[in-house]
């Protein structure tokens, strides 16, 4: 309709400046034929009512309301003068509504803070339904129907609690960092040619880690008293640990399990061929071959002994770590330097480690 009405608009503004030139008199015969015309196809259209767009009417209205009523009833028109001056009252409470009505009807949008709390809150406790996630903003003074908090999640198509409040593996590893730990048998070929094995766990939170031994034979009964040493390990240094995540290899005997069961640990296998669900362990495995085991020729057990004390030693002790905000397991991060002659007079010297293998950097005293 309202491309329709820009249309006759445009047309009609250009018929008026075409009258421009014309003469009173001109003008006068031109309407007198047109009047006439009108008059031949009334005579021809048949008995019927006719219909008008609703750009038409309001074409009409616009041009013939300002008109006096004597003037509109001498003009030959396909309506009645007082149809005429409806439509012209219709357009003008068209209007008037237009104006009054707010830019958005109904209740004002919920702020997006209180949008984004909402969400914040669900995604950290999803066991939450809609009910208590309106309880705790009322306890933080927020005002707002329960309702709504129920369409801000319909919204985001997040499902009801019962159907989200399921645990994942994530949200267990982050949950249980502080008493969990992760192990892992690893495989490395000394220059003899004989494999050997390395076993070894980390600290989820700490990221402290133990070598508990390497051998060519990983028995059940190595594995057994490396669980051992473990668990009285863990009880002097009064570590509380819950649960401990390891593969499904073979090489862990039953023994392995009960041993740490009787110490109070859960041991909780990983799903087959995802070392995803043991990341932290798989990572510290792919730091300790490109820091030492492809960098370092070993020449036997006992050379490899040496070696994964060392860097047992400066894994915990100096190397960085981005999940401690560059701290190392067991060394805080000294105060910065705040003075700018300090920084000026720097005196850093290098410590080797396994002959240069491994750097360390520190202040000279």
């Known amino acids: ?28 015969v031109e309407i007198l034929a047109l009047r006439h015309q009108i008059a031949v196809l009334g005579r021809q259209l048949s008995p019927g009512r006719a219909r008008f767009a609703p750009e038409d009417r309001t074409l009409l209205a616009a041009l013939l309301a300002p008109l006096p009523r004597e003037v509109l009833r001498r003009l030959r028109l396909l309506v009645q003068p007082d149809t005429v001056l409806r439509w012209h009252r219709n357009l003008i409470k068209k209007r008037h509504a237009a104006s009054s009505r707010p830019k958005r009807p109904g209740r004002p949008r919920t702020v997006h803070s209180i949008r984004a709390l909402v969400l914040r809150l669900v995604r950290e406790n999803p ?3 809609y009910r208590r996630v309106h309880g705790e903003l009322a306890i933080l003074g927020i005002k707002i129907a329960a309702s709504t908090v129920w369409e801000i999640l319909k919204a985001e198509g997040i499902d009801p609690a019962p159907e989200r409040s399921t645990t994942t ?7 249980q960092a502080d008493a969990l730990l992760a192990c892992d048998f690893i495989e490395t070929v ?5 494999r050997q094995y390395v076993l070894a766990v980390i600290e989820h939170a700490t990221r402290r880690v133990r070598v508990l031994g390497t051998t060519s034979h990983p028995t059940a009964a190595w594995v057994a008293q490396a669980a051992k040493n473990l668990a009285m390990d863990l ?4 570590a509380e640990v819950r649960y401990i995540i390891r593969d499904r290899d073979a090489k862990f005997p039953v023994m392995f399990d009960e041993i740490l069961s009787d110490a109070g640990i859960q041991v909780v296998l990983s799903g087959v061929r995802m070392p995803r669900m043991n990341s932290i362990m798989e990572r510290w495995v792919l730091s300790l071959r490109r ?3 492809d960098r370092t020729l070993i020449w036997g057990e006992r050379h490899l002994r040496h070696a994964l004390r060392e860097y047992e030693s400066h894994y915990n002790e100096h190397r960085t770590h981005r999940s401690l905000q560059a701290a190392a397991p067991q060394r805080a991060l000294p105060d910065p330097i705040t003075a700018p002659g300090q920084i000026v007079r720097l005196n850093i010297r290098r410590h080797d480690r396994l002959s240069g293998t491994l750097h360390e950097y520190q ?3």
């Open 363 to 365: 202040h000279a005293v």
């Open 235 to 238: 009880e002097d240094a009064r």
């Open 127 to 129: 066991s939450w339904g």
């Open 169 to 175: 593996w994530a949200d267990f590893l982050r949950s």
């Open 291 to 293: 820091e030492l085991l």
């Open 1 to 28: 309709m309202l491309l329709r009405l820009a249309y006759l608009t445009v047309t009609n503004a250009f018929a008026a400046l075409r009258l421009l030139p014309m003469s009173d008199r001109e003008k006068d």
């Open 190 to 194: 000394t220059l003899t040619g004989r």
